[in-house]
């Protein structure tokens, strides 16, 4: 609220039409005592801002719709949780379908490239394991940057479904690849899951937007935040799915170790775990499609985009249960101002969102090559505490059940703890401030664990190797992978919101890329004859950290491109209410507006 709105909007009379004329009569008797030093003193400091905003020529707040009025200002209610869940299960489903790969990629290698005779099981080539693991994040690109355009220009509601549909068709083609061949089959499954990434792909602008537009002012990022940390709990659900599958196949079908007995220690039911893993995906994508589809669209794409003020007015009155007064003169002149008609591409955009939007996409970039790239050092935590044993002591059945038990125990000390405390804790301490110490955490865990990694490395420092990388993994999810997502749905216009949203996320899945597979070859030992197979050499894990943690220190710095968006609106935040073009004044003037 600016500060014109502020003062005709303020709670004492106003004698002669003067907003600066206040009467501490107009309040009731019973409260003048509490509220009148309050009042004398805020009502000096709202005088000298409102003169000097005069005398400076910012432009004013225009009063904003009854109905955004309204969303904005409501106690926390059912609908809101509805939505959380509508949302968030989509978030659930995404994150189970693009983490769930990792637990079966060991599956596949001993199935399709076991060599007779071998001392080892086989594992996937390093081409096919890029294919294998990366092909879902290139979709997953795509499908951000076209859906998030698509939801601006269709609306939300509509391309939520198709997003929805596709994730479910494709989780459930991924587990029915076919094949003549090893690499028919895998070939099969890299389409199916790059068309699986491209509907999670959309699921990101789409659910952030449609939640930032429902929710009040007051507890907005913690809404948004709570859909984001559903990708723990699904990320937990592809653990929990994989221990259930491969513990029952193992009761079923006991078969000896590799060392023991090469041929026999691939059940040929083993074929079967992989595939249902993928397929339970369709699971609770499916569940939640009729009720994703009862969704009313949002009131500011209905209202700000569509411009329609009947049918905002009449979806928001089913949600609050409060009839609107249909706004159709306000709706148009709000149309007809410079500040609601630049485009993505205009010097008005990079004018008054350039920066906000470089802030976004470098932040949001910079913090997936250093989450993604963690994957690099998994297998040193693992097999230092024995969670994982050597390959040929188990069999293809043993091996995913361990993994699976590996990746559900630091999901549940970690990763889900980190989203919830960034949900309990975003609209008290702000975005900026997590964004900001998250990043500074994982700076500092990332060089502790890189500096002396010789020292960790060894067999008694274990224990302390561990809650290193826990604790990076905390500092993550309580901080930017949590508010890279919760920024980019708050401070862009309606009519652009989902699109920016969507060019962030690409950013970020461009730096999933870069983390998951550029590091993974980098973090390669500098001897040849040390590296994985068919790998090259590489720098090495330490230096490959000390990498890392400069990556996170940048990401430090393109964080003060970010603005807070605590406690205001959206339209406040992205200056639809200004009734100027005020351009460059506009960041001075929302300073203002938090008084």
Same mark, same amino acid.
């Given at each position: 609220?600016?500060?014109?709105?502020?003062?005709?909007?303020?709670?004492?009379?106003?004698?002669?039409?003067?907003?600066?004329?206040?009467?501490?009569?107009?309040?009731?008797?019973?409260?003048?005592?509490?509220?009148?030093?309050?009042?004398?003193?805020?009502?000096?400091?709202?005088?000298?801002?409102?003169?000097?905003?005069?005398?400076?020529?910012?432009?004013?707040?225009?009063?904003?719709?009854?109905?955004?009025?309204?969303?904005?200002?409501?106690?926390?209610?059912?609908?809101?949780?509805?939505?959380?869940?509508?949302?968030?299960?989509?978030?659930?489903?995404?994150?189970?379908?693009?983490?769930?790969?990792?637990?079966?990629?060991?599956?596949?290698?001993?199935?399709?490239?076991?060599?007779?005779?071998?001392?080892?099981?086989?594992?996937?080539?390093?081409?096919?394991?890029?294919?294998?693991?990366?092909?879902?994040?290139?979709?997953?690109?795509?499908?951000?940057?076209?859906?998030?355009?698509?939801?601006?220009?269709?609306?939300?509601?509509?391309?939520?479904?198709?997003?929805?549909?596709?994730?479910?068709?494709?989780?459930?083609? $991924?587990?029915?690849?076919?094949? $003549?061949?090893?690499?028919?089959?895998?070939?099969?499954?890299?389409?199916?899951?790059?068309?699986?990434?491209? @509907?999670?792909?959309?699921?990101?602008?789409?659910?952030?937007?449609?939640?930032?537009?429902?929710?009040?002012?007051?507890?907005?990022?913690?809404?948004?935040?709570?859909?984001?940390?559903?990708?723990?709990?699904?990320?937990?659900?592809?653990?929990?799915?994989?221990?259930?599958?491969?513990?029952?196949?193992?009761?079923?079908?006991?078969?000896?170790?590799?060392?023991?007995?090469?041929?026999?220690?691939?059940?040929?039911?083993?074929?079967?775990?992989?595939?249902?893993?993928?397929?339970?995906?369709?699971?609770?994508?499916?569940?939640?499609?009729?009720?994703?589809?009862?969704?009313?669209?949002?009131?500011?794409?209905?209202?700000?985009?569509?411009?329609?003020?009947?049918?905002?007015?009449?979806?928001?009155?089913?949600?609050?249960?409060?009839?609107?007064?249909?706004?159709?003169?306000?709706?148009?002149?709000?149309?007809?101002?410079?500040?609601?008609?630049?485009?993505?591409?205009?010097?008005?955009?990079?004018?008054?969102?350039?920066?906000?939007?470089?802030?976004?996409?470098?932040?949001?970039?910079?913090?997936?090559?250093?989450?993604?790239?963690?994957?690099?050092?998994?297998?040193?935590?693992?097999?230092?505490?024995?969670?994982?044993?050597?390959?040929?002591?188990?069999?293809?059945?043993?091996?995913?059940?361990?993994?699976?038990?590996?990746?559900?125990?630091?999901?549940?000390?970690?990763?889900?703890?980190?989203?919830?405390?960034?949900?309990?804790?975003?609209?008290?301490?702000?975005?900026?401030?997590?964004?900001?110490?998250?990043?500074?955490?994982?700076?500092?865990?990332?060089?502790?664990?890189?500096?002396?990694?010789?020292?960790?490395?060894?067999?008694?420092?274990?224990?302390?190797?561990?809650?290193?990388?826990?604790?990076?993994?905390?500092?993550?999810?309580?901080?930017?992978?949590?508010?890279?997502?919760?920024?980019?749905?708050?401070?862009?216009?309606?009519?652009?919101?989902?699109?920016?949203?969507?060019?962030?996320?690409?950013?970020?899945?461009?730096?999933?890329?870069?983390?998951?597979? @550029?590091?993974?070859?980098?973090?390669? $030992?500098?001897?040849?004859?040390?590296?994985?197979?068919?790998?090259?050499?590489?720098?090495?894990?330490?230096?490959?950290?000390?990498?890392?943690?400069?990556?996170?220190?940048?990401?430090?710095?393109?964080?003060?491109?970010?603005?807070?968006?605590?406690?205001?609106?959206?339209?406040?935040?992205? @200056?639809?209410?200004?009734?100027?073009?005020?351009?460059?004044?506009?960041?001075?003037?929302?300073?203002?507006?938090?008084?």
């Amino acid at each position: 609220m600016k500060v014109e709105t502020f003062i005709n909007s303020w709670p004492l009379s106003t004698p002669n039409n003067n907003p600066l004329s206040f009467s501490p009569l107009s309040l009731p008797l019973q409260l003048y005592p509490i509220f009148s030093h309050w009042c004398n003193s805020l009502k000096e400091a709202v005088q000298e801002i409102y003169y000097t905003a005069k005398r400076e020529g910012l432009g004013m707040a225009r009063e904003q719709l009854v109905v955004l009025n309204a969303l904005d200002l409501a106690k926390t209610q059912w609908y809101h949780f509805t939505a959380i869940v509508i949302a968030g299960m989509g978030f659930f489903t995404d994150a189970y379908d693009l983490f769930c790969i990792s637990l079966v990629t060991k599956l596949l290698g001993r199935i399709y490239y076991t060599k007779p005779g071998a001392p080892k099981p086989g594992t996937l080539p390093p081409n096919v394991a890029a294919a294998v693991n990366g092909v879902a994040l290139c979709g997953t690109l795509a499908g951000q940057l076209f859906f998030g355009w698509l939801g601006d220009k269709m609306g939300r509601k509509k391309v939520y479904g198709i997003t929805l549909v596709l994730m479910v068709l494709c989780s459930l083609a $991924s587990g029915l690849s076919f094949g $003549s061949s090893a690499n028919g089959t895998i070939a099969t499954l890299c389409f199916f899951r790059f068309w699986l990434g491209f @509907g999670i792909g959309g699921d990101y602008p789409l659910s952030a937007t449609i939640m930032s537009e429902y929710a009040n002012k007051k507890t907005r990022g913690a809404f948004i935040a709570a859909v984001f940390a559903m990708q723990g709990f699904g990320i937990l659900a592809g653990g929990i799915v994989a221990l259930v599958v491969s513990a029952a196949f193992d009761h079923r079908f006991k078969t000896p170790s590799y060392h023991e007995n090469p041929a026999a220690s691939l059940a040929p039911q083993a074929d079967y775990i992989w595939r249902i893993i993928l397929m339970f995906g369709a699971v609770p994508a499916g569940l939640t499609f009729y009720w994703r589809m009862k969704m009313p669209e949002t009131a500011r794409y209905t209202a700000l985009v569509a411009k329609n003020a009947k049918q905002a007015a009449s979806d928001m009155s089913k949600v609050l249960n409060v009839e609107f007064e249909v706004e159709e003169e306000k709706i148009q002149r709000i149309a007809q101002e410079p500040a609601n008609s630049f485009g993505l591409f205009s010097k008005e955009f990079a004018k008054r969102h350039g920066l906000h939007l470089l802030g976004t996409t470098s932040t949001w970039f910079l913090l997936d090559i250093a989450f993604y790239s963690q994957n690099l050092f998994q297998k040193d935590i693992f097999s230092a505490i024995n969670w994982i044993p050597p390959a040929a002591t188990m069999n293809a059945i043993d091996e995913v059940f361990r993994i699976a038990k590996a990746q559900t125990l630091i999901a549940l000390c970690s990763t889900v703890p980190g989203y919830w405390f960034t949900v309990a804790l975003i609209d008290h301490l702000g975005r900026f401030f997590i964004q900001m110490m998250g990043f500074f955490f994982m700076t500092i865990f990332m060089f502790a664990i890189a500096i002396p990694y010789h020292h960790w490395t060894l067999k008694p420092n274990r224990i302390g190797f561990v809650v290193m990388y826990s604790l990076t993994f905390f500092f993550a999810n309580f901080g930017p992978n949590a508010t890279t997502f919760v920024v980019p749905a708050e401070i862009f216009p309606a009519r652009l919101r989902s699109t920016c949203h969507g060019i962030s996320a690409a950013a970020g899945k461009a730096g999933a890329i870069i983390g998951a597979f @550029g590091f993974l070859y980098a973090a390669q $030992s500098t001897d040849p004859k040390k590296t994985d197979a068919g790998y090259p050499p590489g720098i090495g894990v330490r230096w490959s950290l000390i990498v890392l943690g400069i990556v996170n220190f940048v990401g430090m710095l393109f964080t003060l491109l970010v603005p807070e968006a605590k406690g205001k609106s959206l339209e406040e935040l992205s @200056g639809e209410n200004a009734d100027e073009n005020d351009g460059e004044k506009q960041a001075a003037s929302a300073r203002m507006a938090s008084v």
